[in-house]
């Protein structure tokens, strides 16, 4: 599996961002596919997961309402709409995709494969 994440940016608060990731391997629908965050000196967090197929997506409660993950199969890519930027997004942001549980889709160690990440910066 091949991740390549891209979209990030320089942004004032309150602005918005969409990152990309274009993901390519056999049986990609397979897999769930993730955004995570690290935040300068912090442990990486989830931020939201989808799955290809039918779309259930669920988020972390610090970015809900204000982020949407989407997916586009034609393309094999999914998306992470983020809205109403704050300076605590502030990270690099990272796609990952999982054969995992759905219920533990939360959890960095049930990531298979993950992307090479994109900074996000929301200055104040």
């Known amino acids: 599996v091949q991740l390549q994440a891209s979209g990030g940016g320089l942004v004032q608060a309150g602005g918005s961002l969409r990152l990309s990731c274009v993901a390519s391997?056999?049986?990609?629908?397979?897999?769930?596919m993730g955004w995570f965050r690290q935040a300068p000196g912090k442990e990486r967090e989830f931020v939201a997961v989808?799955?290809?197929?039918?779309?259930?997506?669920y988020y972390a409660e610090s970015v809900k309402g204000r982020f949407t993950i989407s997916r586009d199969n034609a393309k094999n890519t999914v998306y992470l709409q983020m809205n109403t930027l704050k300076p605590e997004d502030t990270a690099v942001y990272y796609c990952?995709?999982?054969?995992?549980?759905?219920?533990?889709?939360?959890?960095?160690?049930?990531?298979?494969?993950w992307g090479q990440g994109t900074e996000v910066t929301v200055s104040s």
């Open positions: 391997a056999e049986r990609i629908r397979d897999y769930k």
């Open positions: 989808i799955r290809w197929n039918g779309g259930q997506s």
């Open positions: 990952a995709a999982s054969l995992g549980a759905w219920s533990t889709l939360h959890d960095q160690n049930v990531y298979n494969h």
